[in-house]
């Protein structure tokens, strides 16, 4: 049986007050040592408009990843991330958005291409090339595409790169725009971009739904969405290791709580999208606690910290972002540095098998 706290995928609960009491912001600085000093743990700041999943002046296309990735491109086809390409504009739920918001195209003028579909620059205008594609998860790639496989010059191997050489090679992919696995909150944090929908606008004239509510990482990407081929050269999609599945569950908490703060912060009225928002920020930031008192992680301990000295309320953008920015760096200071192993206290909440999407 699973033990009862919040962290499975419970309704947000009807009775959490918008308004929590605000404690002073300003204490929130204290003891947060921002610079991370081990690998992986830098953003891009190019990378940091939350609206925008990715640039489109960058984007490659996944056709440029298949002559080396095939059986990734295979199993992301099967995805409703593909799908959509082909389904959304048919769909009368996105013809009533659409008319309710005055878009007439889909693929082109509208903001539904941020989150449905892989943009790119053709000739002198944006075009829809994908739906959500291996980039709009991983970055825009075309700065990075040529380092994150270089293993130190055309004739090394990956058995002879040097463990210097490859913490480097991950440091520099990053750096250009990679939301590369290696740190496992930078893949959190993309998932939740878009499964938050931080846009007020479309939730609340739209009629669009205010992102997945029951989004949780390991559940969502570990059953449709796994292509974990590279590790076994290609032969075979790889389950995730119990100690990788305990840092994605974490990683995932740390996201939702950051990426539903972000989406609070921008809400300006007492209807769908404010009320939805702050739910669910307040459910993630309990989540986070019933967590906390298994583990003792002091990452986990700064973050609870921090979200829980900023009021929940409509119209309190500055503070809200500067803390969903803070819990920002600490998600990419636990993706650098957490260690699966020392999580096992948390095993019994990992969603099993049967749950995954
Ligand atoms: C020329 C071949 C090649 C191309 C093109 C390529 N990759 Fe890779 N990719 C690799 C290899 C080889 C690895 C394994 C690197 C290693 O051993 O760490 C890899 C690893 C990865 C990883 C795992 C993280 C890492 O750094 O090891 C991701 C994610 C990834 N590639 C995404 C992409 C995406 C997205 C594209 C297209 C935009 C792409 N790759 C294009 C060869 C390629
Ligand atoms: C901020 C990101 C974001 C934006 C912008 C966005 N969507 Fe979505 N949309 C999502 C996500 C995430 C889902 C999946 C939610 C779920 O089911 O968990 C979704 C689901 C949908 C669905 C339901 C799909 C289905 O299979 O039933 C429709 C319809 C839809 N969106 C239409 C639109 C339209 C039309 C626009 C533009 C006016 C738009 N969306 C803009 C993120 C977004
Ligand atoms: C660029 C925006 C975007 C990103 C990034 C993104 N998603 Fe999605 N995702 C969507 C949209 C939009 C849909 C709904 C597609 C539809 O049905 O038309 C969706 C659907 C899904 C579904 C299917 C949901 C269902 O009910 O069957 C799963 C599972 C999923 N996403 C998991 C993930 C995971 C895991 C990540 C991160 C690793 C992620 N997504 C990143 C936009 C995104
Ligand atoms: C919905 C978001 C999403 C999309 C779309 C996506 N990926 Fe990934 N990818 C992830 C996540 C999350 C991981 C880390 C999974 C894990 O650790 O279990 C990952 C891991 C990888 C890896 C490393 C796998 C390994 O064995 O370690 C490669 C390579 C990769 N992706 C390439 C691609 C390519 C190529 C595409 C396009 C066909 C793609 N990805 C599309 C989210 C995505």
Same mark, same amino acid.
């Given at each position: 049986?699973?033990?009862?706290?919040?962290?499975?995928?419970?309704?947000?609960?009807?009775?959490?007050?918008?308004?929590?009491?605000?404690?002073?912001? #300003?204490?929130?600085?204290?003891?947060?040592?921002?610079?991370?000093?081990?690998?992986?743990?830098?953003?891009?700041?190019?990378?940091?408009?939350?609206?925008?999943?990715?640039?489109? !002046? =960058?984007?490659?296309?996944?056709?440029?990843?298949?002559?080396?990735?095939?059986?990734?491109?295979?199993?992301?086809?099967?995805?409703?991330?593909?799908? $959509?390409?082909? *389904?959304?504009?048919?769909?009368?739920?996105?013809?009533?958005?659409?008319?309710? #918001?005055?878009?007439?195209?889909?693929? %082109?003028?509208?903001?539904?291409?941020?989150? !449905?579909?892989?943009?790119?620059?053709?000739?002198?205008? #944006?075009?829809?090339?994908?739906?959500?594609?291996?980039?709009?998860?991983?970055?825009?790639?075309?700065?990075? @595409?040529?380092? !994150? &496989?270089?293993?130190? +010059?055309?004739?090394? *191997?990956?058995?002879?790169?040097?463990?210097?050489?490859? %913490?480097?090679?991950?440091?520099?992919?990053?750096?250009?725009?990679?939301?590369?696995?290696?740190?496992?909150?930078?893949?959190?944090?993309?998932?939740?971009?878009?499964? $938050?929908?931080?846009?007020?606008?479309?939730?609340?004239?739209? +009629?669009?739904?205010?992102?997945?509510?029951?989004?949780? #990482? @390991?559940?969502?990407?570990?059953?449709?969405?796994?292509?974990?081929?590279? /590790?076994?050269?290609?032969?075979?999609?790889?389950?995730? *290791?119990?100690?990788?599945?305990?840092?994605?569950?974490?990683?995932?908490?740390?996201?939702?709580?950051?990426?539903?703060? /972000?989406?609070?912060?921008?809400?300006?009225?007492?209807?769908?999208? +404010?009320?939805?928002?702050?739910?669910? $920020?307040?459910?993630?930031?309990?989540?986070?606690?019933?967590?906390?008192?298994?583990?003792?992680?002091?990452?986990?301990?700064?973050?609870?910290?921090?979200? %829980?000295?900023?009021?929940?309320?409509?119209?309190?953008?500055?503070?809200?972002?500067?803390?969903?920015?803070?819990?920002?760096?600490? +998600?990419?200071?636990?993706?650098? *540095? @957490?260690?699966?192993?020392?999580? %096992?206290?948390?095993?019994?909440?990992?969603?099993?098998? &049967?749950?995954? =999407?």
């Amino acid at each position: 049986m699973k033990p009862a706290f919040g962290i499975c995928a419970n309704p947000v609960p009807k009775n959490t007050r918008i308004a929590i009491l605000a404690v002073s912001v #300003l204490s929130l600085s204290v003891g947060l040592g921002m610079t991370p000093n081990n690998s992986a743990g830098k953003v891009d700041p190019r990378d940091q408009n939350w609206q925008v999943a990715i640039d489109p !002046h =960058k984007v490659i296309g996944y056709q440029s990843c298949e002559k080396c990735h095939a059986p990734e491109v295979q199993t992301w086809k099967r995805t409703p991330h593909h799908e $959509t390409f082909q *389904t959304l504009h048919r769909k009368p739920e996105a013809q009533q958005i659409a008319s309710k #918001l005055g878009i007439s195209n889909f693929k %082109s003028e509208s903001n539904c291409i941020q989150c !449905h579909y892989t943009m790119d620059q053709v000739d002198n205008r #944006l075009e829809a090339i994908a739906g959500i594609s291996c980039e709009s998860c991983h970055g825009a790639a075309q700065d990075w @595409v040529a380092i !994150h &496989n270089d293993y130190g +010059g055309p004739n090394v *191997t990956r058995s002879q790169e040097t463990p210097e050489h490859r %913490s480097q090679r991950f440091i520099t992919s990053i750096n250009k725009g990679m939301r590369n696995p290696v740190n496992v909150y930078l893949v959190a944090q993309s998932c939740y971009r878009c499964h $938050t929908v931080p846009d007020e606008k479309l939730v609340n004239v739209g +009629g669009h739904n205010a992102g997945s509510l029951d989004f949780e #990482l @390991v559940s969502w990407s570990q059953g449709t969405i796994r292509h974990n081929f590279v /590790r076994t050269d290609g032969k075979a999609n790889a389950e995730e *290791t119990p100690a990788r599945l305990r840092s994605m569950f974490i990683a995932g908490m740390i996201a939702d709580l950051e990426f539903s703060m /972000r989406a609070t912060s921008t809400a300006t009225e007492k209807a769908t999208f +404010g009320i939805t928002s702050a739910q669910r $920020t307040a459910r993630s930031l309990e989540r986070l606690k019933s967590a906390q008192a298994k583990l003792s992680h002091p990452i986990l301990d700064e973050t609870i910290k921090i979200a %829980s000295s900023v009021a929940l309320k409509l119209n309190n953008r500055e503070q809200l972002e500067q803390a969903a920015n803070q819990i920002h760096e600490l +998600g990419v200071r636990f993706g650098a *540095t @957490v260690r699966g192993d020392e999580l %096992s206290a948390i095993d019994p909440f990992i969603p099993a098998k &049967n749950k995954w =999407k």
